[in-house]
DNA sequence: TAGATTGTTAATCGATTAACAATC
DNA sequence: TAGATTGTTAATCGATTAACAATC
């Protein structure tokens, strides 16, 4: 494991993200440096920001050359837990849940689907992928037995809320919500929440400003 | 069409689409009124907050009684367009993309997905639902014809920009990105990203985090 | 060496919180 | 009326940007 980290603004992980996922897979394989202008440059900030931001992670340039690509991936990948494999189980086996089980995506960036559940028992015993949608009653034991870091709420808002104690109450260290509700955890239980419908909402009022000018 | 609205900082408009889905789902159907210190308690904000951000909003409380709740959940629909219908279309369709037109709670609340395009020739032609997927080569027609007001971009990072063009010059007024990559859009267009590998990343940081202490 | 870029300090800008007069 | 809550001003806090010495 690496050094201790300080922590680290949401704002600023937030950005490392950008420059993680611009690294892996925005700059051709055959870049050895990159500057904090270049970054800024096809990000859309300042290039103070992005020197700023890497101050934050255990990492330093060289004067005159930059970054190193290969180095400041690592770093990032090392910060932001991306480099380590993630256990994680989806709640909710609606077009949501299913379409995550099967997301490509995850297990290429180290997101292991491990178990998929369903409190309706007529959609329990479903198969989903390689994995069979499980009844509620299931998850402790298998969240305990594989060692599940992650639980991922993908059911109607007014489920969030119990769907999350259970995970954990299970033994999950994270919950990545993507419920219309507010949903909260223990200290000591990480919550990140993602909602397609919130960002679409964000979007029409960016829409409706820009047509007012 | 409602009044001119004065710009809203983004971070506003994040809590108001939280403040709005919590008037819509969270609060009992028979309460008639809401305090700022009640708003703030269950989302985890100060009152302080909750005010500030309710005076960007075309809506006035009472003293006293605070917020009447129907009033300030129709403010909150018209400032973020949740009152409108909005006429989406999906590009992509992998797994996201096609749990995207079969999910529910996107016409619930107001988004209509009237088609879903890819660029795999084996792949157009599919149903999805009640949908079938079109070649890129309808885009073009089909988001003039139905008058498309949002691209949603369900595609591989690779490929985010070039279909991001391509909506813009059909005429698209916003993008929602759901690829790991940054997009672009000429003034005018509104850009919206929401990515659930980022907020995974989000996500495993705070866990890394929480776990040394 | 000269030039370019980092890392960091200080300045600016914006967002959050505290405080309180106005008010029903 | 007395008490509670808004709306708003001012203070605080944090994030971004500018500037520049250090450096390779």
Sequence with gaps: MGKVQRAIPQLVIKRLTRYLTHLQSGVPEDTD???SHEIAKTLGLT???VRQDVSHVNFSGVSKKGYEVRELRKALEDVLGANSVWRA???GAGNLGR???LHEEFARRGFQVLAIFDSNPRIAGRKVGHLTVRGMSDMPRIIREEKVDIGIIAVPA????SVA????A???RGLLNLALAHVVAPRGVAVT???IVTSLMELTHAIKMQSQK
Excluded: E, H, N, P
């Design 99 to 101: 379409a995550l089980v």
């Design 165 to 168: 104690d259970q995970l954990v």
């Design 47 to 49: 290039s103070s920001t």
């Design 158 to 161: 007014a489920a969030a809320q």
């Design 33 to 35: 440096w990159i500057s």
């Design 170 to 172: 299970s033994g999950v």
């Design 193 to 195: 929440d993602s909602r």
């Design 89 to 91: 189980v989806v709640v």
